[in-house]
């Protein structure tokens, strides 16, 4: 069972880089003790395998390169990791490995993390790697959970972790509504800072959870709720630390004394920022990102919808609206049981059994809530002034009216802690900390998604929700999809909650991401983001014309890598070094990630 020291307070923003807001500390606190209430293991277990040491050099030639690196950095600025690995939570997450783990927690962990404190640090960090061939994976906060958190892909990775002393906000522009961070910036951060200045007329774009780092979430194309929530199409401008140690500055920054980085993204010439974005081609050391004018009022509101079959008839009426405008945000169509996990409280608050909760209990469960029963929830945000409200929410009425059974939830009936009003504060640009409860439905609770990208049509939806039902009711876990419709696309985000801490439960959650993927593929559905140990299986998905993207990823990644020291496999791009070695996971590869081997060092190519 949990011990009491777990429940110290949650770090505050003005004490860690990663803290929580001062105004967010009672809801952290609360949602700090929902989750050790259900931890049925120590935070800390004792190492079975001892350090990580990556393959390729000797545990004594790698604590000498360490030595040479602690000269370079400081002593304290690089940290061997030999403790005990430690889970922690949202808000007080490890960086040496994934907590969320759904493969053996001792698979993917780094041997040391270091923490540069400027380019020129994560320059000699990379230089370092290469002279070594030390694998080196680029962390900005580390809480991409549900797809690895802080984990790198090759055991024994050194993490760069550049979020704890590269975390500056070095401008906001008020008048062109733009932003040049570092990558140890979250969204909690940003906010506050433009709150603290008085910039009224600014917001800030932010996902279902704040505590992530821009950076990361927008190299890793991360979503958030406001209409400028695809962040990799709002930023604009990088520097990039390449793997072998040179700097760019894409777009408008290679223009020196330039004043549009900025303003414009794409400079001259080829638009190289892609190849930065979901791959190992180079590490962001600073950003620049379009911030959202404020709209001058905004309205949430809710939609319940009786039926599972009313999912392809809503999408359809969904679509010409969501083109159109109309409906102005990425909006969320979720399964009502994500409704009922997300008040916090353990599924055996509900149910005691094996296998999927079944629907009556469900049913029954949201018809004491405020919402009352129903099967999907579709949470929406109108903005502007009144009238431009009223016209645009008078036609959403009308058309979601026109499924029978279709309710519209008046806000003024809901409690201040209903979720709703967590939805509503996000599509305004406020931060907040309520999405995780729902991982509390499992003890230990941790996550996974599969997250296909399908047309905002009908039949796409109900194929995908049909072929997610079946594989989830073969693996006896609970369904939790929601839908997040884009201008012209949905994601399809299904969340697994598991308990990390059995394997059992572990292994059936990853045979029925396997299976999804590989029905998905075959149907010609692509995910748009992926785990570490998916990785491999995804970008497989992405076979046209005899795997030809691959091939060029792999020249692109052999010529900036050549001695493939940055981030192996992540996205599933391996470099020469590790090919060919059985570093690839997928069905079938076994429950390890390691490859036997890589090619032998020889001269270090630079
Ligand atoms: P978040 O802070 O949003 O939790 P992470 O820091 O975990 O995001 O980053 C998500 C993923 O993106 C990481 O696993 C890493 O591979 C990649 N990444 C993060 N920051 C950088 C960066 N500055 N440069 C290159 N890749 C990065």
């Given amino acids: 069972m949990s011990s009491r020291h777990d429940l110290s307070p949650t770090p505050t923003l003005s004490q860690s880089h990663s803290g929580i807001p001062e105004r967010l500390l009672a809801k952290a606190t609360k949602a700090k003790s929902l989750v050790y209430e259900t931890r049925t293991t120590p935070n800390s277990v004792p190492r079975q395998r001892g350090i990580a040491i990556p393959q390729g050099i000797s545990q004594h030639r790698f604590f000498e390169a360490l030595d040479e690196l602690r000269e370079e950095l400081g002593t304290q600025h690089v940290e ?30 780094a041997s040391a993390v270091v923490y540069p404190a400027c380019t020129e640090d994560v320059v000699k960090i990379v230089r370092w790697a290469n002279k070594y061939r030390i694998p080196i994976f680029p962390i900005s906060m580390g809480r991409n959970l549900g797809y690895g958190g802080a984990a790198p892909r090759v055991r024994g990775s050194v993490t760069v972790d550049l979020g704890r002393r590269m975390n500056k906000i070095l401008n906001i522009d008020p008048d062109d509504h733009t932003c040049l961070i570092e990558p140890g910036v979250s969204f909690y951060a940003l906010f506050e800072e433009v709150q603290k200045k008085g910039y009224t007329h600014i917001w800030v774009d932010v996902p279902d959870l704040g505590g992530g780092s821009i950076v990361g979430n927008t190299v890793d194309r991360g ?10 199409a709002c930023h604009s401008g990088l520097e990039v630390v390449l793997p072998t140690g040179e700097v760019i500055r894409t777009g408008m920054g290679a223009l020196p004394g330039n004043n549009t980085w900025q303003t414009f993204p794409y400079g001259f010439g080829p638009y190289s920022d892609g ?35 009313n999912l392809a008839p809503l999408i359809e009426i969904i679509r010409p609206l969501r083109i159109t405008n109309i409906l102005e945000n990425v909006a969320q169509l979720r399964h009502c049981l994500q409704t009922l996990a997300v008040r916090g409280l353990p599924r055996t608050t509900y149910f005691g059994g094996h296998g ?64 709703f009003w967590s939805r509503d504060r996000i599509a305004a640009g406020i931060p907040d900390l309520e999405e995780l409860l729902w991982v509390n439905w499992m003890p230990n609770g941790s996550h996974v998604a599969f997250s296909p990208v399908s047309p905002i049509k ?109 981030a ?21 590869s076994g429950a390890g990630s390691e490859g036997i081997g890589v090619m032998p060092a020889g001269e270090t190519r630079l």
């Avoid at 990791?81 to 698979?107: A, C």
């Avoid at 911030?291 to 009022?297: A, D, K, R, V």
């Avoid at 192996?568 to 079938?588: D, N, S, T, V």
């Fill in 80 to 109: 061997l990791n030999d403790k005990e690995l430690r889970s922690g939570w949202y808000m007080e997450h490890p960086n040496t490995h994934d907590m969320m783990n759904i493969v053996e927690q001792e698979e993917l962990v």
């Fill in 223 to 232: 979503v958030g709720y406001t209409p400028y929530g695809d962040h990799w």
């Fill in 275 to 309: 190849i930065f974005s979901q791959s190992n081609f180079g590490i962001v050391t600073k950003m620049g990102m379009t911030l959202m004018p404020n709209p001058g009022g905004y309205e949430s509101f809710m939609y319940t919808f009786q039926k599972e079959e």
């Fill in 356 to 419: 999927p909760i079944p629907q009556s209990i469900i049913h029954e469960e949201l018809e004491k809530m405020p919402i009352g029963d129903c099967t999907w929830v579709y949470y929406g945000m109108s903005y502007g002034p009144t009238h431009i409200r009223k016209y645009k929410l008078d036609i959403i009425d009308k058309e979601f009216k026109k499924i029978a059974g279709a309710r519209k939830i008046d806000p003024t009936t809901l409690p201040k802690d209903e979720y």
């Fill in 458 to 566: 009908g039949k796409d939806a109900e194929r995908l929700y049909e072929l997610a039902k079946k594989r989830h009711a073969e693996a006896g876990i609970d369904l939790m999809p929601a839908f997040c419709v884009g201008l012209r696309e949905m994601h399809l985000i299904v969340e697994i909650v598991f308990d990390s801490k059995d394997a059992e439960m572990r292994k059936k959650a990853e045979i029925c991401l396997r299976d999804m993927i590989d029905d998905a593929a075959a149907l010609g559905y692509g995910e748009y983001r992926t785990h570490l140990v998916l990785m491999d299986q995804v970008a497989a998905t992405y076979s046209w014309n005899d795997n030809a993207l691959m091939k060029f990823n792999e020249r692109l990644k052999d010529s900036l890598d050549p001695n493939g020291i940055l």
């Fill in 568 to 588: 192996p496999g992540r996205c599933g791009i391996w470099p020469e070094r590790y090919r060919g070695h059985g570093w690839e996971m997928g069905k079938g």
